[in-house]
């Protein structure tokens, strides 16, 4: 049996409007103060933090939003 232990920052998830498909949906993170991202969330991953950032839902968004053709 394999223990896992994840030790998890302050969240306060927020229900926020994609700026490209107009979706709504819940973050993983909100901003806590003015620090920078990587200093309230050093556990998070960096697609997490950019959720935060661009506002975007989704890669699928995220790459429409940059004109990117995958």
Known sequence: ????IIKM???????KICPNCNKEYKTVLD???DRPIQEQFP???KEE???LIS???S???WNEF???DF
């Open 66 to 68: 940059l004109g990117l």
């Open 9 to 15: 920052e302050k969240l306060k998830m927020t229900i």
């Open 43 to 45: 556990n998070a991953t």
């Open 59 to 61: 890669n699928k968004c």
């Open 1 to 4: 049996m394999m223990l896992v």
């Open 49 to 51: 933090r950019e959720q």
């Open 31 to 33: 901003r806590i103060d």
């Open 55 to 57: 506002g975007l839902c």
